[in-house]
C-alpha cells in the first residue's frame, strides 16, 4: 500500500500557525507493510532512516491511541526537502500515521490528525498542525481550536508558484526568534488582513487575496534569517505577481498571479542573482493525500 502526501504552504500571510493549505507539488511517498518490526528505507532527500524518522513517530503515536503494538516495514520516498518551509516534516509525518491509520482500519480524522501532529512536534519542538491539517485535507484550513480540534476548510482551486531556494532554515530555529509579546498596532494590522483574506479567498478574488499577503507577527523577525526576502518580493511584484510571501517558516517564498510561471522564472533568477539555486514548483492548491 503506498500513500503520497503533499507539500503545504503554512501561514498563507497573515495566518501565522493558523491558515495552511495543501499544493500539488513537491510530494513523499510512503509505501508500507505490517511487520514484525521497526523499519525505514528513505529514497530521495536524506532523514533518518530509524526511529527519529518522524513517520514512525507519528505511526507509532496512532497505534499507542488506539493500544495497538503494530510495527510497519516503510520505504520513504522523500521529494519534500527537509527544512524548507513547505512542510516536509508535516508530510512525513502525515503519511505515517495514514499508514498506521491504514492498517489498523482507523478512520477518525481527529485521531490521525493528533497522531500526525505528535511527528510535527517532534520535528520542530512545537504544536503546530498548519502543515498537517491541509496536508490531509489539501483544502485551505483554518485552525480554530485544538482542544477541541476544529476546523475550518476552504475548498481552493488556483495555482501558485512555490520557490525553494538553497539554504535551509529549521522551523524550531525560526520560532525560537520570534518575540513572545507583539506591539498592538501589529496585532490589529494581522486580524484585518487575515479576516479580509478569507473574504476574498470565499469570493476568489485572488488580486485582493494577493495583496493582503502580509504578515505583522512573524515575517518581521523572521527577515533576519532571509536578507533577501524584500529584493525577491520586489521583482515578484514587478513580474506582475498579486502578492508574494513566505511559506511556513520558510525560506520557501510562495507567489499567487496570472502567469505564474513567469513569476517563478524572474523569482529563481533574483536568487540565482545572488549566487542562490532555486527549485521552482508551478502548481495548483487544493491537494490532499491521494492512495495508490
Ligand atoms: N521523514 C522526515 N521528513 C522530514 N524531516 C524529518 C523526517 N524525519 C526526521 N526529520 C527531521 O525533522 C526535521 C525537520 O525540520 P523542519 O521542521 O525544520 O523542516 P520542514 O518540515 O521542512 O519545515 P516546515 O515545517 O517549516 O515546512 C529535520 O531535522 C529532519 O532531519
Ligand atoms: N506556522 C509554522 C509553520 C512552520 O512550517 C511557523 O511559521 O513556524
Known amino acids: 500500500m503506498k500513500v503520497r502526501v503533499h507539500a503545504t504552504i503554512a501561514n498563507f500571510g497573515p495566518g501565522f500557525d493558523v491558515f495552511g493549505v495543501g499544493v500539488g507539488k513537491p510530494y513523499d511517498e510512503l509505501s508500507f507493510k505490517e511487520s514484525d518490526e521497526w523499519m525505514v528505507r528513505v529514497k530521495g532527500y536524506q532523514v533518518p532512516e530509524n526511529s527519529n524518522n518522524i513517520a514512525i513517530v507519528s505511526a ?11 510495527a510497519l516495514e ?15 516534516s508535516g508530510a512525513s509525518s502525515l503519511a505515517g500515521a495514514l499508514a498506521m491509520a491504514k492498517v489498523l482500519g482507523v478512520e477518525d480524522d481527529e485521531m490521525i490528525l493528533r497522531a500526525a501532529m505528535e511527528g510535527e512536534r517532534v520535528a520542530s519542538g512545537s504544536v503546530h498542525g498548519d502543515n498537517v491539517i491541509p496536508a490531509y485535507y489539501g483544502d ?8 477541541p480540534l476544529k476546523i475550518w476548510r ?6 501558485v508558484v512555490v520557490v525553494l531556494p538553497a539554504i535551509e532554515i529549521p522551523t524550531s530555529e525560526a520560532r525560537k526568534i520570534l518575540p513572545s509579546k507583539i506591539p498592538r498596532k501589529d496585532a490589529i494590522r494581522n486580524l484585518a488582513l487575515a479576516a479580509s483574506l478569507i473574504l476574498a479567498l470565499k469570493e476568489n478574488d485572488l488580486q485582493t487575496v494577493g495583496r493582503l499577503l502580509d504578515d505583522r507577527i512573524a515575517l518581521p523577525y523572521r527577515k533576519q534569517l532571509m536578507q533577501w526576502y524584500e529584493t525577491v518580493r520586489e521583482a515578484a ?13 520558510g525560506p520557501a517564498v510562495f507567489a499567487i498571479g496570472e502567469d505564474v510561471a513567469q513569476i517563478g522564472k ?12 532555486a527549485d521552482v514548483y508551478v502548481t495548483k492548491v487544493g491537494r490532499g493525500a491521494i492512495w495508490f
Not at 60 to 70: F, N
Not at 154 to 159: D, K, L, M, R, S
Open 74 to 88: 516503510m520505504k520513504l520516498t522523500k521529494g519534500i526537502r527537509p527544512k524548507s518551509g513547505i512542510g516536509s
Open 140 to 147: 485551505f484550513t483554518i485552525i480554530e481550536s485544538y482542544e
Open 266 to 277: 524572474v523569482i529563481a533568477e533574483t536568487f540565482s542573482g545572488m549566487d542562490i539555486k
Open 237 to 249: 511584484l514587478e513580474a506582475g505577481a498579486y502578492g508574494f510571501s513566505v511559506s511556513g517558516s
Open 60 to 70: 507509532k503515536a496512532l497505534a499507542a491511541m488506539v493500544g495497538e503494538e503494530t
Open 154 to 159: 476552504i475548498p481552493v482551486n488556483f495555482e
